[in-house]
C-alpha cells in the first residue's frame, strides 16, 4: 500500500476509498464514493459498531413513525456496511455468515427508498461493490480461497472473484444449485 499524505480528514478518506476502488477494478458513482468517505468519517471514532445487535435495532426501527425509522434503518445500513467492509473476520465469531449483514443492510436501505432511483436504492443495489471497496481499505480483511468462494458465490463479490482468480490461477465457475 502507499503512503497518503492528505492535508484533511476528509481528503485522506477520500484518497483512500480511490485508492480501494482501483485495487478493486471498481468505480463507484460520485454519490456513492462521497456517502463512503463520509460514512467512514462520522464512524472513525465509534467503537460501540461492534456491539450492537443489528438485526435487534432493525426490528426496532420498524415500530417507529417515518422520521425516527428512517434514522435508524440508516443507522443499520450503515453499520451493516461498514462490519461486512472493515470487519468480516468478525462475522465468523458471532457465528453469521457476512451475507447476513449484507442482506440485513441491503433491506434497511431500501426500506428508507422513496423511489428507485434514490441515494438508499442505489446504496442497497451496489452494497456489494461498496463492502469490496472497504474490504480493500483494510489491510488485515484479506479473504482465505473459502471465504472468497462464499462471497463470490452468495453475494457477487467482484474482489472474492479477482481473489479467487490469484489463488487458482484460473476462471472460478460457479455451481448451479440443485
Not at 27 to 36: G, Q, R, S, V
Not at 46 to 57: G, Q
Not at 76 to 83: I, T
Request: overall charge positive; hydrophobic content about 45%; aromatic content about 10%.
Amino acid at each position: 500500500m502507499r503512503v497518503l499524505t492528505s492535508q484533511t480528514q476528509m481528503s485522506l478518506w477520500h484518497d483512500l476509498v480511490k485508492y480501494a476502488e482501483a485495487e478493486c477494478d471498481i468505480t463507484l458513482k460520485h454519490e456513492l464514493e462521497a456517502y463512503l468517505v463520509t460514512l467512514l468519517m462520522r464512524y472513525t471514532n465509534r467503537p460501540e459498531l461492534v456491539k450492537r445487535v443489528m438485526a435487534m435495532v432493525f426490528m426496532q426501527a420498524m415500530q417507529y413513525s417515518a422520521p425516527r425509522r428512517q434514522g435508524l434503518l440508516q443507522m443499520v445500513g450503515d453499520e451493516c456496511l461498514l462490519f461486512a467492509g472493515l470487519f468480516p473476520h468478525l462475522a465468523e465469531k458471532r457465528h453469521v455468515k457476512i451475507a447476513y449483514y449484507v442482506t440485513l443492510g441491503r433491506t434497511a436501505y431500501c426500506n428508507i427508498s422513496i423511489k428507485t432511483n434514490d441515494l438508499y436504492a442505489s446504496l442497497a443495489r451496489h452494497f456489494v461493490s461498496l463492502m469490496d471497496v472497504l474490504q480493500a481499505i483494510n489491510q488485515d480483511s484479506h479473504l482465505l480461497p473459502l471465504e472468497a468462494y462464499e462471497q463470490w458465490q452468495e453475494l457477487g463479490s467482484w474482489r472474492a472473484y479477482r481473489i479467487l482468480e490469484e489463488y487458482t490461477q484460473g476462471l472460478p465457475f460457479k455451481l448451479n444449485k440443485r
